[in-house]
Structure formats: C-alpha cells, structure tokens
C-alpha cells in the first residue's frame, strides 16, 4: 500500500481533483482508498438516528451497517487524535491510499494551485511537496508543474511516484539480478506493516525516582498539580512600579524603603507614586504592574529616574504563565529528556512511572565469525557485528544480552533461539538469515514460531527476516556490517520504540539537497549513506564517500546519515530535493 497526498489553500479545488484522481485510477484498475483530514469538528452521523444516540450514550465505537455500506465511527473522548500512520492500518490492502489534509506529514504530495494565496505557496513551507498542480503560469518556484486540467498527465505523475506500477514495469531482462521479480521480494513497507500489526507495548512499567530517569519513557501521564509559576515573580533585576505613575510623576519616584528578594515570605505591597528595589524570583508586589531593569535608571538621593520609553507590563511572570494547574506536562511514550525532567521537578514530582528497556538477546551467527583476541584463522572474520549492534541498541536504550557466537548448526541456532526467546521482547541476530546451505536462521523461526517477512526489495539487506517466536519479536539481520547498522536503524529502531511504549513512527526525514546524481533500479528501496559538505556560500550539499558496499564500514563511519530513495525512483539529478536521514535522529 503506498500513500500520496494531495494538499492546498483552502477553495484551491483539492477535493475536486482528489474526486477526479480517484476516479481516473479506479478506471485504470488500480483499488484506490482516501483519507479527508478535517479541522473542525465535524459528525458524520445525524443526532437522533440510533447510531447517534448510542454514540450519545458513551460508545466507544459505533458500527452503521447497512445492505450497500458500513461505517465504523471511533470517538476520541478526550485522548488524542490518532497519527495518521495508525489510521492507515485500518484501511484493508489496496494500491493506494489518496490523502486530502495533513500537509504537516513526510509522505510525498502535490500541491492545488488555483488562486495565489498572502501566506505564499505550501511547497515553500511543508515537507515533501513532489509537484504542483496548476492553471496558472506565474508561479516562482522550482518545483514541477503540472496541468491541473490534465487528468491523465497528473494520474501518470502519481503512479510513477508512489510505483504502484511496478509490477508491470519491472524488466526481467537480466538472469542474475537478485531484485527480479521472481525472486518473490517483499517491499520494505510490508515489513513495516507486519511490524505494527504486533508491535504492541511488551515491557513492564515502574515508579522510579525522578534522578533515574533520564533516557527511559515514560508509561503514565504527567499533570501538573500547581501553576508554574506558583504565583506572579519578577523576571530580572530592578525596580517595581505602577505604570500610571511614571508619566504622573515625570518619570521620576521616590524608593521604598526595602527590597523584595526571591523566597521572601511575605508580599510587600506598592505605595502609590512611588518605587520599590526588587530581585528576580520574587514576589511581584501588590499594585506593582511593570518591572524596569536596574541597568536602565538612574539613582540619586533616594529618587528614581526612569526612561521616558519604559514599556507597560514588563519583566514580570504571572501565575500559571508556564504550566497550569491540571495541564499535561510530559506525554505517555515520551522518551524522557533533561528538560523533561526539568519540568517535572518544577512541578515538585519526585517519581515518575517509567517502561523498563526493552531487552534485546544479541546474537552473531558463522563459523567464519571470530571473537576479539583469538586467533584468525586464514578464512576468519572478527565479529564486528555484535560490537557494532551493541552499541547500536544500547543507544536506542535497549537492555542488550550479550549471547555471543553460534555456529552454522540448524539445533544449536533452534536451542539457543528457543531460550532466549522466555525473557527477552526482541531476538537479533546477524548472518544466516540468507538462502545458503549453510543459513538456518529462516528455517529455525519458521520451525519455532513464524516469519512475517523474509528476503526483502531494498538495499543494503535484502536477506532482512522478521519473524516471532512465542511472546517475542524476532529481527535476522543480514552479515554484511553496513547492512545490519542501516536495517537495524531503519527497521530496529522504529519496531523497539514501539513495542518500548512509544508510537510506531517510521524515522523522521528532513529535505536536504543532493550533491550527486542517483541512477538505481525501480522497484527497490535504497539507503546511501552521504556525509553533509558546506558550500562556498554556506548552504550544506549531500556528499556520497566514492566506496560504498555493503561491507565497506567506512561508508558509515564517513557518513552523516542516509538518504532514502523509494521503489518507484529510478534517478535524482544533482540538486534534487530528498529525505535525509540523520543517525542522530534515531535515538529517540
């Protein structure tokens, strides 16, 4: 199922062309789903039919059947809206899925350009706009334009994209090409979907104290239980004054005698026409509505000198300004940061309750494969992989067993499988996971529990398995090192955020520009791993290191992140807009 969007200023006609678009490629055969993205509140049902009035009555969900149609409506009570990724497994299997709305999102979409809009063009300001569709011929951008009264052209546009052709496209013309059809690969959004079919919470949760958890996240909802601030403070340095009086007195008053200090215990209050010394942290006194910097007046025998420009209502806090009392300050999933923990200790929570790491059993597989220290052996390899996902998966706050080397051996890979699999959420292994004589990882899940994606289009790490074995989730990595660090990112770090209490999120992409050109085959997924280059006039290009195999390790240690090309690309000219990948962006 692939997903293209279709985005616009509002009365640009994008209903109309997602109406028309639909109906075009339903004539051409293709099983066409949509989703409408709207921002207010509207009902799809009519108060006082039935299904309305047990809506009414507190159901969490309705089903209207009828003999030509059923709909299920879902009411949020309250929580919060569904991503849009969780809606779309509610769709059953189909082409495509056509969205109208969600313009924030990373999928690709084409932009309706009838009328200019004072905001300026959408393609400028979200993520992802692949084309414009348009009647217009003034447009100052750089993106493709294309016929908004061209039907034909703009169903062409959206079939190449999204690849929903493939099938058809794909030449089988080379007799070794591993990618070919009848290798019978499965796309890599396939494995992301079985992944979020299962991928449901599996750790346990615990109240810890607040200097504990850093880095874990969190499994109960943090409310405030008091404004923050707990009362009007003063924000610097200076002197508290009623506004009205500077220009009644010629902005010029007389000081108080005393001061206001942070953790005084008592509220002082403000005389009329006059001024009162005051420290950041303090109680605003009472009558007081603007604080002037220390720095900005002048003293002189217990008179006050204030400028003329002093602005009203300055400098001070006011209760609840932050947080109020009751307000969500740290969201369920949240993967906890310092200032999350900043904020919780502003509200005086001293626990939290936290999800325990995911534990992850970590195997390498291979009688090739060596351990650190011992001796090579001509045909010998050191196991570079295990270090390497250690460390991977411990970045992404996993709890990692570390099970060392199996041997090519179909019961000694079954036996150690098996006991890993009664306390750890997730297995992975490296190696053994291909279609060689000597390769049982496959046949040991299928034995114990089952595979839900083996051998997968995309590269690097087509042997990519995923699989489960009783209560816990199975990831058979390819052997090639740079293989399991990219699927291990791309397919690891998603599935443990989920099952870890998160979301199920594919990771963030962010538009970056191409320094290079980018010939691959259709109807595979890629990663390239490409370093960030600054230019003479600052802007950043997309570098790629001229080696780049699977087994090439310094493709990655070079790199800065991935660029991600999807199945339906076959080239990228130098300077084209794609969705970069930073490492850092996978720790969450």
């Not at 991503?83 to 932009?111: M, N």
């Not at 400028?307 to 969201?331: F, L, M, Y």
Request: hydrophobic share 40%; glycine share 8%.
């Amino acid at each position: 199922m692939q997903v293209f969007g279709i985005v616009g200023w509002k009365n640009n006609g994008k209903t109309t062309l997602v109406e028309r678009l639909i109906a075009k490629l339903c004539e051409r055969g293709y099983v066409v789903s949509s989703v409408k993205h709207a921002h207010h509140n509207v009902d799809v049902d009519e108060p006082g039919r039935d299904s309305y009035r047990h809506r009414m009555a507190g159901a969490k969900e309705t089903m209207l059947a009828t003999g030509n149609r059923w709909a299920l409506m879902h009411e949020n009570r309250g929580e919060e809206t569904p991503p849009l990724e969780e809606l779309l497994l509610r769709f059953e299997p189909c082409d495509l899925v056509i969205i109208e709305g969600y313009k924030g999102e990373q999928h690709a979409k084409l932009e309706v350009v009838r009328e200019l809009n004072h905001r300026g063009l959408l393609q400028q300001q979200v993520p992802n706009v692949v084309a414009i569709a348009t009647d217009r011929q003034d447009l100052d951008t750089k993106a493709p334009l294309l016929n908004l009264n061209d039907i034909d052209a703009i169903a062409d546009f959206v079939v190449e994209h999204t690849g929903i052709a493939n099938n058809k496209a794909i030449q089988e013309t080379v007799t070794n090409d591993c990618y070919r059809l009848s290798q019978g690969l499965l796309p890599a959004q396939h494995v992301w979907d079985s992944m979020r079919k299962l991928a449901q919470t599996q750790v346990a949760s615990e109240e810890r104290p607040l200097g504990a958890c850093h880095g874990l996240r969190l499994a109960k909802v943090v409310t405030s239980p008091q404004d923050s601030p707990r009362f009007n403070n003063v924000a610097v340095d200076g002197w508290a004054v009623k506004f009205a009086d500077l220009a009644a007195n010629n902005f010029q008053l007389t000081a108080m005698t005393g001061e206001a200090n942070a953790g005084g215990s008592s509220q002082t209050s403000l005389e009329d026409s006059k001024c009162l010394r005051v420290f950041t942290g303090a109680r605003l006194p009472v009558g007081a509505d603007t604080i002037v910097m220390q720095e900005d007046v002048q003293t002189d025998a217990g008179v006050v000198t204030f400028p003329s420009d002093t602005k009203a209502n300055s400098n001070w806090r006011s209760q609840g300004e932050d947080v109020a009392q009751g307000d969500i300050i740290i969201k369920q999933g949240q993967r906890l940061r310092p200032q999350d923990i900043g904020i919780a200790a502003a509200a005086g929570i001293a626990q939290l309750t936290v999800y325990q790491p995911v534990k992850v059993a970590l195997f390498s597989t291979g009688n090739e494969v060596h351990e650190l220290g011992s001796k090579l052996p001509a045909d010998g390899i050191y196991d570079v992989n295990r270090y390497m996902l250690k460390a991977l998966y411990e970045s992404l706050h996993c709890q990692v067993t570390d099970l060392g080397i199996l041997e090519d051996d179909y019961d000694t890979i079954k036996q150690a499988l098996q006991q890993a699999s009664n306390d750890h959420q997730l297995i992975v292994t490296s190696g053994g996971a291909s279609t060689g004589n000597h390769d049982h990882i496959a046949q040991v899940i299928q034995e114990l529990g089952q595979v839900h994606a083996w051998r997968i289009a995309i590269k690097p790490g087509r042997p990519l398995a995923f699989g489960q074995l009783g209560q816990a989730l199975f990831l058979g990595l390819p052997g090639n090192p740079v293989a399991a660090n990219v699927c291990s990112l791309m397919f690891g770090q998603p599935l443990i955020k989920a099952i870890g209490g998160g979301k199920w999120q594919h990771p963030q992409c962010y538009p970056q520009t191409l320094g290079f050109e980018v010939n691959k085959k259709a109807g595979r997924r890629e990663w390239l791993r490409v370093y960030r280059e600054q230019q003479a006039d600052g802007s950043y290009l997309l570098k790629r290191s001229a080696s780049h195999g699977s087994g090439i390790l310094t493709s990655l240690t070079k790199a800065d992140g991935l660029v991600e090309v999807d199945e339906a690309t076959s080239y990228l000219p130098h300077g084209a807009q794609v969705s970069f990948l930073p490492f850092c962006s996978f720790t969450d």
